[in-house]
């Protein structure tokens, strides 16, 4: 019985080593977003409160071994959110929009089949934020801060990804585990001045949940000129 265990995980292995679908030289190119909403009746000031969050990441990479690939990614992060006091009269709106370049690498782990697999992304990000807030009150409205912001994360995040053809690949990542800096500069407002944050983070918050496509295309070979002349 154990033998023929064994003989079967070997089997496996050799098959996702035959039949993998990544190797060395191949390339790809895809995008990866998230929708997050939430509402509490109860938020932070008592009233109600509103998040929107729509992060969109556009990749391309290379394999530079048969599973490590490097490749840098470019994004835009959509984030507003509507805070409320419990009395309805006073109304805080945040506005901040994110751009991001993201150098990462990932290492992919074939899972019982050449289709399936576990990968292990590693991002360093960087990014400018430009955060608005106002104040809307039965006195008038108030500018609250105003500000650009310099952020960088570092975070290793789990993803799973699954070959639908031998050309494009389903892709879902969850939760992170990182470290996050926040500068703030140019700032304006009541609220202006405040503290640069400095952080480690780790999560499994839903939010943290995107979902992507990736076209996977093989690369220019450089001695087909050379035997061609």
Partial sequence: MKKSITLFI??????????????AGLNFIGGSFSVDYKY???????????ITFVPIVVN???????HLAVGVGIGYTYYTEFRQDENKDSTYYYNLPTYTFVPQAKYFFPIFTSKFY?????????GIQSLKINL???SGKELIYKGSRFIMDLNIRPSLVYFIHKRFALEGTFGYFGYN???RSDSKGTAAGSKNDYNLKFSF??????????????????TRGKDEK
Avoid: C, H, M, W
């Fill in 118 to 126: 576990l990968v292990a992304n590693l991002n360093l990000s960087y």
């Fill in 60 to 66: 391309y990479g290379k394999f530079i071994t048969p």
């Fill in 205 to 222: 918050d839903p939010s943290t949940i995107t979902i992507g496509i990736n076209y996977f295309f093989p690369g220019r070979d450089k």
């Fill in 40 to 50: 509490r009746a109860a938020g932070v000031l008592g009233g109600e409160n509103k």
């Fill in 10 to 23: 070997a089997l496996l292995v050799i098959a996702n080593v035959s039949f993998s679908q990544v190797a």
């Fill in 136 to 138: 809307d009150k039965p």
């Fill in 181 to 183: 800096r926040v500068l």
